[in-house]
């Protein structure tokens, strides 16, 4: 991995598409999703189709696909958690007694997360970080958002560095002190991270000063989408929108 | 416009916490010129080049008194735009000036903010960075440069404003010996005036003919590097030391190229 922010760096037609487009296709799918009745399985396996072949045209390996969606694991717990704590009729599955409800709960929150997962995933790995930002301002995000986010893709690698530094002198001084004693070095650590940090954005605005900064950030992005790659990009995102139209017609 | 590209009368400065940082610092620098400012830690060479543009002093509402002009331009609010475009300042850390997710980005910094668009943006970019040799790398993100390299990209930035005076903060700085004569190169076939502060004297006696020798919130020496290096009661009076076995009657300067 190059360590350029989440980006696999491989060219197909879902990298480039415009970042915009690819942010409102985010966006818009995930409304879909989350709209749709639990009970409609039907919608969420043509949801799942429709994902997993965006992920194949991106060219995404699949395990990089899988080791990112760890971070959804805090969720599935609570899902599996859903069918024992539910109240309401019950049903017997291999002699655990289940609520019917929790189940459905749970079945609701795993799949709609990991559709949502899948989507963010797919966004994060086809397009760089400074595309990313561009897209942002061309939907108009404030400009002093931007800049915000802008500054921090930036300086993520140096204060990390920073604190890896810090770790690393910690240590080599002979510092142990177990899980507790480390909690308490980190914890001083941050405050002496935010001083050297406050400190570097100063020496930053000087920077930008004397470059004739008058408040202001140049525009990142110069060219608009076309109509062409808007549709492209939102195909599956009004396909989601017309099943989950259908979903709802059908659960009336 | 005539007149030096430097022109510094006088000038007094205090930092608001009440510390005296200069006291009086008179001196000019020809168009053209490369001059080296030498002094120990502490002497004021950082705070005396960030009245160049504007940063300190009382243009930017701080205290102090004296009279700046940069090639003929006086140093006051009105135009601070013109003298911070004319004063290219490459700060020591490229950290600090590398603040955009891209090296492009970054380069193109400047020159938008001076109102640049579009194509002539884009080939403005190109030339700063193909005066450093960096053009291969635009797309990159900074952090993935190497130290010597982000220095260079540094310089770019503010080459890319097409400065009349470049001033330098301890370019030499960490670099290892091949980046450190990668820069001097660099440097050296620049058509800018420039000003340079440096601990690294040979790297001055490489580059700059003059030099001028600040402690105590005033220059104390102004002459050829040369001769200044030569003069060893100057320099341990003022805490400065030439590197081991270095003799600088002994090797060639700039004004023999």
Not at chain 1, 108 to 114: F, M, P, S
Request: proline residues 5%; contains cysteine; charged residues 20%.
């Amino acid at each position: 991995m190059s360590g350029d922010g989440l980006l696999v760096a491989v060219d197909s037609p879902v990298h480039r598409v415009p970042a915009q487009v690819k942010l409102v296709a985010l966006f818009v799918f995930v409304l879909a999703v989350v709209s749709t009745p639990a009970a409609i399985f039907w919608a969420f396996s043509l949801y799942a189709v429709m994902l997993v072949a965006a992920v194949v045209v991106a060219k995404l390996p699949a395990t990089v696909v899988s080791r990112r969606l760890a971070v959804e694991t805090p969720f599935i717990v609570f899902a599996l958690l859903l069918p024992f704590v539910a109240t309401g009729p019950q049903v017997h599955v291999l002699g655990l007694h289940l609520s019917q409800s929790g189940v459905l709960g749970a079945w609701n929150v795993l799949a709609k997360g990991t559709l949502g997962v899948i989507a963010a995933i797919l966004l994060s790995a086809t397009t760089a970080p400074r595309d990313l930002l561009a897209g942002l301002e061309r939907l108009r995000l404030p400009a002093t958002l931007v800049a915000i986010l802008s500054f921090m893709v930036r300086y993520l690698s140096v204060v990390s560095d920073d604190l890896h530094r810090m770790r690393v002198a910690r240590e080599s001084r002979g510092y142990t002190g177990g899980r507790v004693g480390h909690l308490k070095a980190v914890a001083g650590g941050v405050g002496v991270l935010f001083v050297r940090s406050f400190e570097r954005g100063e020496r930053v605005h000087l920077a930008m000063r004397s470059r004739g900064y008058t408040g202001r950030m140049p525009l990142l992005s110069v060219s608009g989408a076309t109509r062409a790659q808007w549709l492209e990009g939102l195909a599956i995102s009004l396909a989601a929108v017309t099943i989950a139209v259908a979903a709802r017609v059908v659960s009336l | 416009m005539s007149g030096p590209a430097i022109q510094v009368e006088r000038l007094v400065f205090a930092y608001p916490d009440g510390r005296q940082a200069l006291f009086g610092v008179d001196f000019t620098v020809e168009r053209g010129e490369r001059v080296a400012l030498l002094g120990p830690n502490g002497a004021g060479k950082t705070t005396l080049v960030l009245h160049l543009n504007g940063i300190l002093g009382s243009v930017a509402g701080g205290t102090g008194s004296g009279r700046i002009q940069i090639g003929g331009t006086g140093l006051h609010r009105e135009h601070l735009t013109e003298i911070r475009r004319k004063v290219g300042l490459v700060f020591q850390d490229p950290d600090d000036q590398l603040f955009m997710p891209t090296v492009r980005d970054d380069v193109a910094f400047g020159p938008a903010n001076l109102g640049l668009r579009g194509a002539e943006l884009d080939d403005r970019v190109h030339e700063a960075l193909v005066q450093v040799g960096m053009q291969d790398h635009a797309d990159l993100a900074p952090h993935h440069l190497s130290f010597g390299q982000r220095r260079r990209v540094a310089v770019a930035t503010v080459l890319a404003m097409r400065p009349e005076v470049l001033v330098l903060d301890e370019p030499s700085s960490n670099l290892d010996p091949a980046a450190r004569r990668e820069l001097a190169d660099i440097l050296a076939g620049l058509d800018v005036t420039l000003l340079m502060i440096t601990h690294d004297l040979p790297y001055a006696l490489q580059l700059c003919e003059r030099s001028l020798l600040m402690d105590g919130g005033r220059i104390v020496a102004d002459g050829k590097t040369r001769d200044l290096l030569g003069d060893a009661d100057l320099m341990a009076a003022h805490r400065l030391e030439l590197p081991y076995g270095f003799d600088p009657l002994s090797v060639p300067g700039p004004e023999r190229s």
